[in-house]
Structures are given as C-alpha cells and as structure tokens.
C-alpha cells in the first residue's frame, strides 16, 4: 500500500470518527430535550390532580364529563391517575436499571411489582375509563387497544425474561415503556391542538391513536430493527429466541 493510500485511509477512518461523535452527540442532545420536555408535560398533569378534589368540571380532562363521571368510571378515574405514574416511573426506573449488575435483584422486583400493577390495577381501570372515553367509539377504541397492547407488551417482556432471552426481553420492555409514556405525549398534542385552535372531537379521535402508534412505530423503524439486526450478527439465529 502507498503512503498516499495510507494516509487517505486515516483521514477517512478519522472522518467517519468524527461524524459518529457528531451523530452520537445530537442523538443525546435530542434525547435529553424530549427527556425535559415529557417531564415538564409529566408535571404539567400531576399538579392538574388538585382541580380533581373536588371533581373540577372546568379543568382540562374533566371538561364535559359532568354526568358521565359516576359510578366506575369514577372510581376507575382516581384509581387509574394515581397508579399510572407509579407504573411510568418504575418503567423508567427499570430502562435505567437493565442489564447492569449492580441493580440486577432491585430490576427483578421492580419488574414484579410493575407487573402486578400494570396488569390488575391500571389495565383494568384504563379499560373501564376507554369505554367512556370523549369523542365516542373511534377514541374509546384507540385506548382500548393501546391498554392491551400495553399488557401484552409486559406479558412478552415478562416471559422473554423468564426464559432469559433477554436482547428480545430489552425490546418488548421498551416497547410497553413507549406505551405507557404514550399519554405524555397525548397530552402534548392536545395542548398544541388547543393552542392552534385546531382542537375537536376529530382531532381526539386522531390524538387517541397517533399518540402511541407514531413513538411506537418510530421504535419499530429506528431502534428495534437496528438492534435485532445486530444481535443476529452476533449470536446464530438458533440461539437468539425469535426465530
């Protein structure tokens, strides 16, 4: 090989380093903003619970609700505004907590609990509450879907664990994670719709889909197919558990 060749090879090996760096820097710049923006969002629906007690028929969610928010749908509403949060937090906690081995007893009973709640306390009361959902059936039927494609998200992540595939347990954990922070970014929307005076049944019925369906397809395309394909060119297909 000549000097110049050599030479035009480190160049270029730098150039690539370099616009990885880049690449990695913005990807991390990007993800703390979304991380700031969805906790202030986070906040924003926390501190609406005082317009809850009493029931402030004004406030953002409970507007228009007057006769309906009775009897279950009552009931399921404070059960499901109190345990939500929970969920979402061990769900962070356990992104954070994955795959390192000094939190690996903590991650396995974080996991237990999360399961726990996910399925008898905040699936069951999403559903009683997505029956009565505004707009009528296309939102209620967006939110009843998005509740069981939150449990049987949980369900794969718990039995892939269970059976220590843990590159594809990684990704349907992440997947209800996606799910469950899915009303962060409904809420966005709404707020942005509001502000644009673009807010209606229609874009609610819309909101009720697109809020969990467009970050779970955006980590289908961007992440998940990335990190499938290489784990599978690290272990043989007949050793990764999703053949």
């Known amino acids: 090989m000549s000097l110049n060749a050599a030479s035009s090879r480190v160049t270029g090996n730098h150039e690539d380093s370099g616009k990885t760096r880049r690449r990695a820097w913005l990807y991390r710049m990007l993800f703390w903003a979304m991380v700031v923006l969805f906790v202030k969002v986070f906040l924003s629906i926390v501190l609406?619970?005082?317009?809850y007690f009493p029931a402030d028929f004004e406030s953002n969610f409970l507007s228009g609700r007057r006769h309906s928010f009775s009897g279950s749908y009552r009931q399921a509403f404070y059960i499901?505004?109190?345990?939500?949060?929970?969920?979402?937090?061990?769900?962070?906690?356990l992104m954070a907590s994955g795959g390192?081995?000094?939190?690996?007893?903590?991650?396995?009973?974080?996991?237990?609990?999360?399961?726990?709640?996910?399925a008898l306390v905040v699936?069951?009361?999403?559903?009683?509450?997505?029956?009565d959902a505004y707009a009528g059936p296309i939102s209620a039927a967006g939110f009843a879907v998005?509740?069981?494609?939150?449990?049987?998200?949980?369900?794969?992540?718990?039995?892939?664990?269970?059976?220590?595939?843990?590159?594809?347990?990684?990704?349907?954990?992440?997947?209800c994670f996606v799910l469950l922070a899915s009303p962060l970014l409904l809420r966005l929307i709404a707020g942005a719709a509001?502000?644009?005076?673009?807010?209606?049944?229609?874009?609610?019925?819309?909101?009720?889909?697109?809020?969990?369906?467009?970050p779970l397809l955006i980590y289908e395309t961007c992440f998940a197919r990335t990190e499938r394909r290489q784990f599978n060119k690290a272990?043989?297909?007949s050793e990764n558990g999703e053949m």
């Open 48 to 51: 609406e619970y005082r317009r």
């Open 194 to 214: 509001i502000v644009t005076g673009l807010e209606s049944e229609r874009s609610y019925q819309m909101n009720s889909w697109f809020s969990w369906l467009i």
């Open 123 to 131: 699936f069951p009361s999403g559903m009683v509450m997505a029956k």
């Open 146 to 175: 998005l509740n069981v494609a939150t449990v049987a998200c949980l369900c794969m992540a718990v039995w892939r664990a269970r059976t220590a595939e843990f590159a594809a347990h990684q990704r349907w954990a992440t997947r």
């Open 80 to 93: 499901h505004i109190f345990s939500s949060p929970i969920a979402l937090g061990l769900a962070t906690f």
């Open 100 to 118: 390192r081995a000094r939190f690996c007893k903590l991650h396995r009973w974080a996991g237990r609990l999360q399961f726990g709640l996910v």
């Open 235 to 237: 272990v043989p297909a």
